[in-house]
């Protein structure tokens, strides 16, 4: 495993840092046309399929702390934390896996403690 600063762990940290921007263009243009999302909530098709349901989660985020970055081959983990101003989901520790090729981001497993988060989500859709 490479714990350098490749291309693919500057892209994994690109998307990640137009999350903490909120920015939606900057977010969808790293993902492929046809992005697969799987969460432990939600899965989505397609990158704008996803990116119709992330932009209502994207404004809840305050803070994203990367932990760390490790790459093995096409995929990178990122383990880190992302707060929020919903007392119940203040902190939640992530891992994530980002599947790369042709500098676009195909794939993304998402993996957190859901409890707390399936009402907050449930909500957020709802609205």
């Known amino acids: 495993m490479s714990t350098e600063n490749t291309g693919n762990k500057k892209l ?4 990640l840092n137009a ?6 263009s900057g977010c969808r243009s790293l993902l492929d046309d ?3 999302f799987k969460g432990p909530i939600e899965e989505h098709f397609g990158a704008d399929n996803f990116m ?16 760390q970055l490790i790459e093995e081959r096409d995929d990178v983990l990122a383990l880190y934390n992302f707060t929020t101003d919903i007392p119940t989901v203040e902190n939640t520790r992530t891992a994530e896996v980002f599947t790369i090729r042709g500098n676009k981001i195909i794939k993304s497993r998402l993996f957190f ?6 009402e907050v989500i449930e909500k957020m859709m709802n609205i």
Do not use: C, G
């Not at 994994?12 to 998307?15: G, R, S």
């Not at 999350?19 to 939606?24: A, M, Y």
């Open 19 to 24: 999350q903490i921007n909120h920015d939606f």
């Open 52 to 67: 119709l349901s992330f932009e209502k989660f994207i404004m809840i985020i305050k803070s994203i702390e990367i932990e």
């Open 34 to 36: 046809d992005f697969h």
């Open 12 to 15: 994994v940290k690109a998307y």
């Open 113 to 118: 403690d859901t409890p707390e988060w399936r």
